[in-house]
């Protein structure tokens, strides 16, 4: 079983607009809801790919009782969610059909409390045990110790399982000081780390400050990974057209399958790869596409890097 | 009691963010939720005047029960709502702190089956029994009948309960063939409906149409009247500043107030004037400030015009 940790959920909202106009009124052509938060789409995949998923983190409030609702209808992903008092935030992304563009408004989640946060944790010590992989996701919460990950990164260490760290800021800074496995960070979360725009020196950087692994996800070039057992860039074929949402979180979910199935290195990435361009490719923000994915996965150029490991 | 109807009721969503940029991704400082759609802000209107209310309409989904959990908080308003599959809609305005400006994204609401709207005509006909006026306002939901409001006031002339009708575009022309006792249509939707910019002529057309009286709000210049017992303009003292939202739901039930109540139209205009201005001057969009509501009121200039009756 592999875990995911999502402390932030959200309902994500997408609104369909003819035109937006900044200050008028909008009747909204087309409204989609669906289950959110990095951790949550991770879970997705890895469930599509055939892994038996625990999705767990914090929900509360009648959008979390929405979401529930939504993840309950997913297979293969497991609801161990925590309830907490406060309600799960939305993100709402309202799309201008005239362009296609994006304007996002994200909700910053519900206040917990220190009890809520040391149920959590308790909650979180009992799904580490039988779990093969955990990958923690996202943004905290309000209340939330800014610490958290290190905490989490602390006890997964103690029960012996590999664990993903993935967000950014400072919850990226303390956490990595635990010593994670593996961190997937994209060229701008590895800059505001370690004040480097350069990826490999950065990467270097990162691994200098604890993480045991840098997968840096280098946007439509694919993917930078300087890792105790080597160094590798890996791209795909050509440069994939579509949306972008979603594919960090998918090769995210890449990297920890490999990881859970004992791949070595390369063939984690460029099931990372393959997977994050058939996610850019699929119509809908934030699946992958099944016959792109099997298409790519052969044809991604994974090459050893000069970075010194 | 006084009755209010509210098909395509809504839950209000406010988002407050430094500066909106179209198409960029934004974190929200500030989020607020309450009950909306034009019938429930004339239903809160009502109660904190002191009369006993009862809020129907349609309501479903995970909304919904957010909606009907914060009416259940509403002193003097008593939820009648009727239960349907689909999912009560949301609106979405978005506030930029920057300019104050609002941008607002309307959901367009839940697909309502003949079995449901049937069921609500029930209801509403039972709750028509000790009512002493209705309000039939805003949109209708997908699926619900054009011809909607035309049979609602059919039935309040059965059951000889006064009737107001606040729509706009179709529902509105379609209701006013079925002479409803007052429509209180701002200047644009009475131009819609009659193809006259001339306030005066339009609500000469609007009656020759079917209307017993027409309350056309002028925005900031306040009322024009023309009634079976005369002609009037009701305009505040001076021009109040401050925020729109629900001024018109506040005219209304100052109207309905003051039909329920037998008083004579200047002073149901009077009322309508003041509560409106006093709620364009309240810090909370769609609620009205008490002591402006108090201090107006005498200072509402309602003179008599010349337009024949």
Redesign the interface.
């Given at each position: 079983m592999i875990l995911t940790v999502t402390l932030n959920a959200a309902l994500d909202?997408t609104?369909r607009?003819p035109r937006?106009?900044?200050?008028?009124?909008?009747?909204?052509?087309e409204?989609i809801e669906r289950p959110g938060g990095k951790g949550l789409n991770v879970a997705r995949v890895l469930a599509t790919l055939g892994h038996d998923t625990v999705a767990t983190g914090l929900i509360g409030g009648?959008?979390g009782?929405?979401l529930r609702?939504q993840l309950g209808s997913y297979p293969g992903v497991a609801d161990a969610f925590v309830p907490i008092a406060g309600t799960t935030r939305?993100t709402?992304g309202?799309v201008?059909a005239s362009?296609g563009?994006?304007?996002?408004?994200?909700?910053?989640g519900p206040l917990v409390s220190a009890a809520e946060w040391a149920a959590f944790a308790d909650r979180y010590a009992e799904l580490l045990d039988g779990a093969a992989a955990v990958a923690l996701c996202g943004s905290l919460p309000p209340g939330v110790p800014v610490g958290a990950y290190a905490q989490l990164i602390r006890a997964a260490h103690g029960a012996h399982v590999p664990v993903l760290l993935d967000t950014s800021g400072e919850p990226l800074r303390r956490g990595i000081a635990a010593r994670p496995d593996v961190i997937k960070p994209n060229a701008d979360e590895l800059a505001a780390l370690t004040g480097s725009t350069e990826p490999v020196r950065a990467a270097r950087e990162a691994r200098r400050r604890g993480a045991h692994a840098v997968a840096a996800s280098l946007g439509p070039e694919g993917l930078l990974a300087i890792t105790p057992d080597g160094a590798w860039r890996a791209a795909p074929p050509s440069r994939i057209a579509g949306n972008p949402t979603g594919a960090g979180d998918s090769a995210v979910a890449g990297l920890l399958s490999g990881l859970a199935e004992g791949l070595p290195w390369p063939d984690r990435l460029a099931r990372a790869v393959a997977l994050s361009a058939a996610t850019v490719r699929a119509p809908v923000a934030g699946e992958y596409d099944e016959a792109t994915y099997a298409q790519l996965l052969p044809q991604v150029r994974v090459s050893p890097h000069p970075a010194a490991a």
């Amino acid at each position: 079983m592999i875990l995911t940790v999502t402390l932030n959920a959200a309902l994500d909202i997408t609104y369909r607009v003819p035109r937006l106009r900044a200050h008028h009124s909008h009747r909204i052509t087309e409204a989609i809801e669906r289950p959110g938060g990095k951790g949550l789409n991770v879970a997705r995949v890895l469930a599509t790919l055939g892994h038996d998923t625990v999705a767990t983190g914090l929900i509360g409030g009648a959008t979390g009782a929405a979401l529930r609702d939504q993840l309950g209808s997913y297979p293969g992903v497991a609801d161990a969610f925590v309830p907490i008092a406060g309600t799960t935030r939305r993100t709402v992304g309202v799309v201008d059909a005239s362009t296609g563009d994006t304007t996002q408004l994200n909700e910053p989640g519900p206040l917990v409390s220190a009890a809520e946060w040391a149920a959590f944790a308790d909650r979180y010590a009992e799904l580490l045990d039988g779990a093969a992989a955990v990958a923690l996701c996202g943004s905290l919460p309000p209340g939330v110790p800014v610490g958290a990950y290190a905490q989490l990164i602390r006890a997964a260490h103690g029960a012996h399982v590999p664990v993903l760290l993935d967000t950014s800021g400072e919850p990226l800074r303390r956490g990595i000081a635990a010593r994670p496995d593996v961190i997937k960070p994209n060229a701008d979360e590895l800059a505001a780390l370690t004040g480097s725009t350069e990826p490999v020196r950065a990467a270097r950087e990162a691994r200098r400050r604890g993480a045991h692994a840098v997968a840096a996800s280098l946007g439509p070039e694919g993917l930078l990974a300087i890792t105790p057992d080597g160094a590798w860039r890996a791209a795909p074929p050509s440069r994939i057209a579509g949306n972008p949402t979603g594919a960090g979180d998918s090769a995210v979910a890449g990297l920890l399958s490999g990881l859970a199935e004992g791949l070595p290195w390369p063939d984690r990435l460029a099931r990372a790869v393959a997977l994050s361009a058939a996610t850019v490719r699929a119509p809908v923000a934030g699946e992958y596409d099944e016959a792109t994915y099997a298409q790519l996965l052969p044809q991604v150029r994974v090459s050893p890097h000069p970075a010194a490991a």
